[in-house]
């Protein structure tokens, strides 16, 4: 309860006096979790839905809508976005760090969008890395198995003068094929290298200095055939000032590219073939700059502001099963934040702000919060909260045509709208002694505008993007943490789900509401963490996830529901070195997690690994 967040208020402040539903994984819970990637690693946070499609791809979001890119969940990597504006979402196959590095994930469940503007609807994850004067000296880690072939790492961080530390890092990775129902293989190997750097530096007392980057490049064996390539890289650099009177100045400007190669089956409607297969080719290009200042006005207001501005340059090399237009797109985005909280009681702050942002699509969009935090006691915290966010059109939304040419079976509107929501909140938060820590969120949300598929006055095809989806979800999340012994502790998560999407009276869509939502109604956890004698880990991962409501078209398909066990045992053999033998999914030879059942459909198979992991 006493970690500190920066995501919920956009400044310092302990877990345990956040006004929302805030759970935080540490680099500590990361290494033992025996996750090799990202997506595993936020298996840790109950509040989330991580689903394995295949043996690269993973469906993440938070408070339903778990599409094939769930794009109502805003991702950022130290600052940076990594939401696609072509697709929707994020491609998680291109998201990866050394996992050693990372220093704690914020994954905050409901709306974002005052603090950190469109598409953080239903949450919002940012991955916040160490700082290179915490990662010096050298780390090496390698090793293999059977799902995760073989796997290798190394950092090394010096200084370069006594308060500027810098460091670099290289990691590659194979993954093996997953399985279809029969047992055969899915064809979607995976391999992918990835490096980079950090340098702090305190270019005085009151001011702070950092600049990093990394690159990657990868290939990926794609079911209906063909590699997929992808490949990028990005550079950050940040100022902060601390003045006098404690307030605070930052600017951060990063720029991004990102270079997505990926096949396209060809296009038959029945018998006739409408185009041929291909490969679509992506180029983004985004700079980036975000300026805050925060500071206090009196006794009892704490105010923080904010400038921003995006341009990104899209440059497309259409298939001919699969185009957008234009092919090359420039867009912008300016915005502007501001929140003060005030405090009306010793133990009563009220929060309200918003985000006004201006988008080449839809122009003006704004995004205001209320929020209400009392302090029930030193180790009890109630809140309530209302916000409205959005989720901005996307290429994908605008500007898609499938096939390129000829007898266009699906493609964008230019009056696509942005998708909204109204959202209520409710949550209380307790600390019991040094054993016991609680928290318990409710939500419901009201969702307007959402994305469906539908026809024209005047033709049939193509079918077009519309906004004609409304509905509402509630829900609960529970979460108990419980340290039982100094040398077991245990996490337990529990969050039911209800959704209601339908088509507005007297509006069309094809897919008959089914499209934007492939959710569990049930999600349970449970973590365990044991210290036992002579230097050894043991620890444990239980989950049991309901059954998961596919689409295909206007058909249902059910995933059906499983329970899961994930189990690690580690060994520190010196103070330095420590080896570790990890099994993934341990209760199934083989199970589905995602897709709509049948004989192609991939599903994850039992997996073991060992690791070597050497510090010095």
């Known amino acids: ?65 778990n599409t094939a890119l769930a794009n109502k969940l805003l991702v950022m990597i130290d600052g ?39 598409n953080a ?33 190394v950092r090394y961080g010096g200084r370069l003068a006594p308060d500027v530390y810098i460091r670099a890092y290289g990691k590659y990775f194979d993954r093996g094929q997953e399985a279809v129902a029969s047992g055969a293989d899915a064809t979607d190997s995976w391999n992918m290298g990835q490096g980079g750097f950090r340098l702090d530096a305190s270019a005085s007392p009151r001011d702070t200095l950092n600049l990093q980057g990394d690159f990657y490049e990868g290939r990926e064996d794609v079911q209906t055939g063909g590699d997929a390539g992808v490949a990028g890289g990005n550079v950050l650099g940040r100022w902060t000032h601390v003045r006098p009177d404690r307030s605070e100045l930052s600017l951060q400007v990063y720029y ?3 270079h997505l190669s990926d096949p396209v089956p060809g296009v038959t409607l029945g018998p006739r073939p409408l185009a041929p297969a291909g490969v679509l080719r992506d180029n983004l290009d985004t700079y980036d700059l975000d300026f805050q200042y925060r500071f206090r006005w009196g006794n009892y207001q704490h105010l923080v502001l904010g400038l921003g501005y995006r341009l990104t340059h899209d440059t497309v090399v259409n298939a001919q099963a699969l185009a957008f237009y234009p092919p090359v797109l420039y867009r912008d985005l300016y915005s502007g934040f501001v929140q003060d909280e005030i405090s009306i009681l010793e133990n009563l702050v009220f929060t309200l ?34 916000s409205r966010a959005v989720r901005t059109p996307s290429r994908i939304d605008r500007d898609l045509s499938e096939p390129a040419s000829g007898l266009v079976l699906l493609a964008g509107s230019p009056a696509f709208v942005s998708e909204t929501l109204i959202a209520y909140e409710l949550g209380y938060r307790l600390q019991l ?23 024209t006055p005047v033709t049939v095809v193509p079918f ?40 507005r009276p ?32 043991l620890d444990a991962a239980l989950r049991w996830i309901d059954s998961r409501k596919m689409n295909n078209g206007s058909t249902i398909g059910i995933v059906p529901s499983y329970g899961e066990m994930d189990l690690r045992l580690g060994w520190h053999a010196t103070r330095r070195l420590e080896l570790s033998l990890a099994g993934q999914n341990l209760l199934h030879g083989q199970h589905a997690e995602y897709g709509f059942p049948g004989p192609t459909q991939p599903q994850i198979e039992r997996a073991f690994y060992g690791k070597l992991r050497w510090l010095y």
């Open 1 to 65: 309860m006493n970690i500190e967040v920066t995501s919920v208020a956009r400044r310092p402040e302990k877990l345990s006096e956040s006004p929302s539903a805030i759970q935080v994984i540490t680099a500590e819970e990361i290494r033992r979790s025996g996750a090799t990637s990202i997506p595993e690693a936020l298996r840790l946070a109950s509040n989330l839905d991580v689903a394995q499609k295949n043996a690269h791809d993973w469906a993440v979001t938070a408070r339903g809508f």
């Open 80 to 118: 940076r976005t990594v939401y696609t504006p072509l697709f929707s979402g994020v491609f998680w196959d291109r998201q990866d760090y050394l996992l050693e590095d990372i220093d704690r994930i914020e994954v905050i469940s409901g709306p974002g969008g005052t603090q950190w503007g469109a």
């Open 121 to 153: 609807v239903n949450g919002v994850i940012n991955i916040i890395t160490k700082s290179a004067r915490d990662t010096q000296g050298l780390y090496v880690e390698g090793g293999g198995g059977t799902a995760l072939q073989d796997f290798a790492g």
């Open 256 to 258: 991004d590219r990102t």
């Open 353 to 386: 702000g918003t985000k006004l942002e201006h988008n080449s699509y839809t122009g003006y969009e704004v995004e205001p919060s209320a929020r209400l935090q009392w302090s029930v006691s030193g180790s009890q915290t109630a809140w309530m909260a209302v």
């Open 433 to 455: 002694g040094r054993s016991v820590s609680a928290s318990a969120s409710m939500f419901y949300n009201d969702y307007d505008s959402v994305r469906s598929t539908g026809i």
């Open 464 to 503: 077009h993007f519309q906004n004609n989806l409304q509905g509402e979800t509630h829900g609960l999340e529970l979460s108990v943490d419980y340290q039982a012994f100094d040398w077991w502790r245990l996490r337990a998560g529990y969050e039911p789900i209800n959704e209601d999407l339908h088509v």
């Open 506 to 537: 007297g509006q069309v869509d094809i897919n008959a509401a089914l499209n934007e939502t492939a959710d569990p109604a049930q999600r349970l956890s449970l973590h365990s963490f044991m210290e036992l004698p002579q230097r050894i880990e």
